[in-house]
């Protein structure tokens, strides 16, 4: 017996917590009646539909593993209800259904991964499992020493102290940040504390993972190599 939002996760519709809010909304029954929160099923006995769909591995297919770099201008969704283009426009030729892992908002632009894994997800998205994601920023102004040091050390925001991260000023005068955090808007905010303001915002890694020379807009297939050592990072074992 498992929770029911395990199960939902590692069928691939989305994270743990995208299956509990699909629970929530009644969408999800077990062998006829609505689910609860907090159900356990039998995945090889119980019958388990989302939307009607049949919730088994079998039915959703292979495993999918996608970079995409995200251009300005989409939202990190599955769909928006203002009616925002999604990144899902731009990965629509891939036949099964994925989700984006985690967002970049609306203006930031870089290195994106959508699957249908969901225990993957929810390992690279937990705040437990301290993922690295690096960023290059165009700021206002250059950067001092003591202000990259500020940056590496932590910077207090509204919500609390920011946790150490590493900061350095690059050669053509951007700023290169690399957190294991993943609070919303969070560089935006680390970098016009210590005054100077995000013009643009780019997400070139997470974990092992590198964007690399993709170009905007596009997309590529992970390879297996990539989505091993993705796994490796989302455990905690590869901390560098």
């Given at each position: 017996?498992?929770?029911?939002?395990?199960?939902?996760?590692?069928?691939?519709?989305?994270?743990?917590?995208?299956?509990?809010?699909?629970?929530?909304?009644?969408?999800?029954?077990?062998?006829?009646?609505?689910?609860?929160?907090?159900?356990?099923?039998?995945?090889?006995?119980?019958?388990?539909?989302?939307?009607?769909?049949?919730?088994?591995?079998?039915?959703?297919?292979?495993?999918?593993?996608?970079?995409?770099?995200?251009?300005?201008?989409?939202?990190?969704?599955?769909?928006?209800?203002?009616?925002?283009?999604?990144?899902?426009?731009?990965?629509?030729?891939?036949?099964?259904?994925?989700?984006?892992?985690?967002?970049?908002d609306r203006?930031?632009?870089?290195?994106?991964?959508?699957?249908?894994?969901?225990?993957?997800?929810?390992?690279?998205?937990?705040?437990?499992?301290?993922?690295?994601?690096?960023?290059?920023?165009?700021?206002?102004?250059?950067?001092?020493?003591?202000?990259?040091?500020?940056?590496?050390?932590?910077?207090?925001?509204?919500?609390?102290?920011?946790?150490?991260?590493?900061?350095?000023?690059?050669?053509?005068?951007?700023?290169?940040?690399?957190?294991?955090?993943?609070?919303?808007?969070?560089?935006?905010?680390?970098?016009?504390?210590?005054?100077?303001?995000?013009?643009?915002?780019?997400?070139?890694?997470?974990?092992p993972l590198?964007?690399?020379?993709?170009?905007?807009?596009?997309?590529?297939?992970?390879?297996?190599?990539?989505?091993?050592?993705?796994?490796?990072?989302?455990?905690?074992?590869?901390?560098?």
């Amino acid at each position: 017996m498992e929770r029911l939002q395990k199960i939902l996760a590692a069928a691939g519709f989305g994270s743990r917590r995208r299956c509990e809010d699909m629970i929530r909304e009644g969408r999800v029954t077990v062998n006829g009646r609505p689910a609860r929160l907090g159900d356990s099923c039998d995945p090889g006995q119980d019958r388990i539909l989302v939307d009607g769909v049949p919730a088994n591995r079998r039915a959703l297919g292979r495993r999918v593993y996608v970079l995409l770099n995200k251009p300005k201008g989409y939202v990190s969704t599955v769909r928006d209800e203002a009616g925002r283009p999604t990144v899902m426009d731009l990965v629509a030729s891939v036949k099964e259904r994925i989700y984006p892992v985690g967002r970049l908002d609306r203006e930031t632009e870089g290195l994106l991964i959508l699957t249908n894994d969901g225990e993957l997800a929810y390992a690279l998205t937990h705040p437990r499992h301290l993922v690295e994601k690096v960023y290059v920023a165009q700021v206002q102004g250059r950067p001092s020493e003591a202000v990259l040091a500020e940056l590496s050390a932590g910077v207090l925001l509204e919500d609390g102290l920011t946790a150490p991260a590493r900061a350095r000023l690059l050669p053509d005068g951007r700023v290169r940040l690399a957190l294991r955090e993943g609070r919303n808007h969070q560089v935006r905010r680390m970098l016009a504390a210590v005054g100077h303001p995000v013009q643009e915002l780019r997400r070139v890694r997470v974990g092992p993972l590198e964007l690399g020379d993709l170009p905007l807009g596009a997309f590529r297939h992970l390879m297996p190599r990539e989505v091993k050592a993705l796994k490796k990072a989302a455990s905690g074992e590869a901390r560098g």
